[in-house]
């Protein structure tokens, strides 16, 4: 007769232990983002719906409503931040004002109200919106040339000649994450609050030439 053996033991089964997902820290850059997200889109749709094509008239008061805003706010963040408009550059709105030209518009665009920028967070903000629209207006550059068959001498605040777009907002979002990871809650709600104001700034322009659609 032969003896059974005993069944082998099961090993213990040892739990998975997952570690806990860290979520990153968000940046000031994330903050402005989620600030602003609202405003800028519907700015985003208001300038061009989906499936609109550009006309030299709407890319005209696209110019003329950037100016408005560029004129007071530009300077004012420059005034705080000296390396928003790099010596030997031209300024923004200058090559705005080349491109109306270039146009066959060289009326006088009325400038904006002086808008309030009383410290470095508040001007961060506000540079936030306009280097951001920068290299948003790479796209926009694409779609005028696809539309319009545009020269790059009609383009040159969209692409401004020698001008690195890209490695300009990496180095600008550099900054501006530095500035925050030093700052504190004041500041974050500073530079928030002129961003938001910013883009209600340029909104209000736009609105005023005429670009809205």
Avoid: N
């Avoid at 985003?44 to 008239?57: C, F, K, N, S, V």
Wanted: proline share 8%; glycine share 8%; aromatic share 6%.
């Amino acid at each position: 007769m032969c003896r059974r053996l005993p069944a082998p033991k099961r090993a213990a089964l040892t739990p998975t232990v997952t570690a806990p997902l860290i979520k990153p820290t968000p940046t000031l850059r994330d903050a402005l983002r989620a600030a602003t997200r609202s405003r800028h889109e519907a700015l985003d749709r208001a300038l061009m719906p989906p499936g609109a094509e550009w006309t030299r008239d709407h890319y005209r008061r696209f110019l003329r409503g950037t100016l408005a805003a560029l004129e007071t706010i530009e300077p004012a963040v420059a005034s705080i931040l000296p390396d928003f408009t790099p010596a030997g550059e031209p300024t923004r709105a200058v090559r705005v004002r080349q491109d109306l030209r270039a146009l066959g518009d060289g009326a006088v665009v009325a400038p904006l109200g002086v808008p309030d920028l009383p410290d470095q967070a508040a001007a961060l903000g506000a540079a936030y919106v306009i280097e951001g629209s920068m290299l948003g207006g790479q796209h926009v550059a694409h779609a005028l040339v696809r539309d319009l068959d545009l020269a790059d001498g009609h383009l040159t605040y969209l692409r401004p000649p020698g001008v690195a777009i890209g490695p300009r907002w990496k180095a600008f979002v550099a900054a501006l994450d530095a500035f925050g990871a030093a700052g504190g809650a004041a500041e974050w709600r500073a530079a928030e609050a002129a961003a938001d104001a910013t883009f209600a700034a340029f909104a209000e322009a736009f609105r005023r030439e005429g670009a809205m659609r």
